[in-house]
């Protein structure tokens, strides 16, 4: 559709997740048209961002060190691990600013038929990491799908014998949100666990 | 939220249009955690593009050339010109196939709110093409909106004295469009641009 490399430009963006051919074409003429927009910075970042960064080698985030900052901050609770499935997730909850222990990165969730199994998650760092270190808690904050459930519940199960309290995260009506307009389950799961007010 | 340069490459890519903070987050880890996503050439590409890609001397398209491949093209009918708004208009009209003449891209529309008049258009240039070569018809392809016929009538107003017929694009329902659900300015327009069946 156009001349060779801002067609190329385009495809390439296209294959970012959530950018289609219109996004992928609007970035591409703002890159072009727009004198102000720094493209030398971005593209230094994109190649400078995978060989600078790495995944912290105890808890899994994304960290530009072997540890991340959150595991080597000595103000951290570290009897509780709170235990997540994406690095995403990481930066979700800390954003709550309610949590102050330690996390782990589980790099995804059970879900046989996409074909991953416990072997290809870090569930064995976890177990690790349970055993060696003083935890006394695991807070699971895997999501409240079909897949993070079944996660929680493998994980559950796998921390049965040892002397650790495991949490769930509660699940129920969001806040700000509307009765009317929650699914049935999330207002079953708010009945279930209703609290005394 | 994140060590130095993730953080840095997330508000980066907020700055492209219609990338918010959370699809920012969202590619920046799927470049993080993506092998197969080739970040190099990404970068390459974005680098390249600035510096390759010209505006097209004659018509004002983007081109790797001083003049680009449509108004290189000796099989292109050189007696119309079909003016529009944007480059990306271009394309849009291109993948109808039914148009086989030159375009002249004028930069943007006449909008006085937003500070730009008929000197910050490619208007001049047009002018002088449609004096120099044998042009016949101007077809004025700015948006339908209220920017786009601000134009198209200026234009059409400053060409009443040349020697050619200047057209407008319909207006009317859009295919494959529900009656019901139309405006009522369009459904207007499909009124009194009726044509016998």
Same mark, same amino acid.
């Given at each position: 559709?156009?001349?060779?490399?801002?067609?190329?430009?385009?495809?390439?963006?296209?294959?970012?997740?959530?950018?289609?051919?219109?996004?992928?074409?609007?970035?591409?003429?703002?890159?072009?048209?727009?004198?102000?927009?720094?493209?030398?910075?971005?593209?230094?970042?994109?190649?400078?961002?995978?060989?600078?960064?790495?995944?912290?080698?105890?808890?899994?985030?994304?960290?530009?060190?072997?540890?991340?900052?959150?595991?080597?901050?000595?103000? +951290?609770?570290? $009897?509780?691990?709170? &235990?997540?499935? %994406?690095?995403?997730?990481?930066?979700?909850?800390?954003?709550? #600013?309610? /949590?102050?222990?330690?996390?782990?990165?589980?790099?995804?969730?059970?879900?046989p038929m996409g074909g991953v199994g416990p072997d290809d998650l870090r569930i064995r760092e976890l177990m690790v990491r349970v055993g060696d270190t003083a935890v006394e808690e695991l807070i699971l904050a895997t999501n409240p799908n079909l897949e993070g459930e079944a996660t929680a519940a493998y994980l559950s199960r796998m921390m049965k014998d040892m002397?650790?309290?495991?949490? +769930?995260?509660? $699940?129920?009506?969001? &806040?700000?949100? %509307?009765?009317?307009?929650?699914?049935?389950?999330?207002?079953? #799961?708010? /009945?279930?666990?209703?609290?005394?007010?």
């Open positions: 559709m156009y001349d060779g490399i801002v067609q190329e430009l385009i495809d390439e963006l296209g294959r970012l997740p959530g950018v289609g051919p219109k996004s992928a074409q609007r970035i591409a003429f703002h890159i072009l048209q727009t004198p102000t927009f720094d493209v030398s910075r971005l593209a230094g970042l994109l190649s400078e961002v995978r060989e600078r960064v790495k995944f912290c080698e105890r808890c899994g985030n994304v960290s530009e060190n072997e540890v991340c900052a959150i595991c080597r901050d000595p103000r +951290r609770d570290q $009897s509780v691990i709170c &235990v997540v499935e %994406d690095a995403k997730d990481v930066s979700a909850i800390e954003r709550t #600013r309610e /949590f102050r222990g330690l996390y782990h990165v589980l790099g995804g969730a059970i879900n002397a650790i309290s495991v949490t +769930r995260l509660a $699940s129920g009506l969001p &806040v700000g949100g %509307d009765l009317e307009y929650a699914d049935e389950v999330t207002l079953g #799961r708010a /009945f279930a666990g209703r609290r005394s007010a």
